[in-house]
Nanobody, 117 residues
Framework: EIQLVESGGGLVQPGGSLRLSCAAS????????MAWVRQAPGKGLEWVSA????????YYPGSMKARFIISRDNAKNTLYLRMNSLKSEDTAVYYC??????????WGQGTQVTVSS
């Protein structure tokens, strides 16, 4: 069974940092590009970042490139997202997803990130 399990979310003050993790199982993790996607309250899904199979190529939308860092440890089958200088507008549920043929075919259950003082 393919599983993606996120962790590391929580409440953080503006300007703070968090590191999210996504533990993958049930498939050859290092064969796949992986991504983070978020959904803010009342809004649609927003792509946050992606990383290729060996971690040497990363992708970000322009608005997040300076603050977010995606990485992976293929030996641990784990995807990470380091988020710095967090803002209230970063409040969202963060999902990790597996990328296949241009689509995200498996998703985790999500982890809540709340940025508030």
């Amino acid at each position: 069974e393919i599983q993606l399990v996120e962790s590391g979310g929580g409440l953080v003050q503006p300007g703070g940092s968090l590191r999210l993790s996504c533990a993958a199982s049930g498939f050859p993790f290092d064969d796949y590009t992986m991504a983070w996607v978020r959904q803010a309250p009342g809004k649609g899904l927003e792509w946050v970042s992606a990383i290729n199979w060996n971690g040497k190529t990363t992708y970000y939308p322009g608005s997040m490139k300076a603050r977010f860092i995606i990485s992976r440890d293929n030996a641990k089958n784990t995807l990470y997202l380091r988020m710095n200088s967090l803002k209230s507008e970063d409040t969202a549920v963060y999902y990790c997803a597996r990328s296949w043929m241009g689509e995200y075919d498996y998703w985790g259950q999500g982890t809540q990130v709340t940025v508030s003082s």
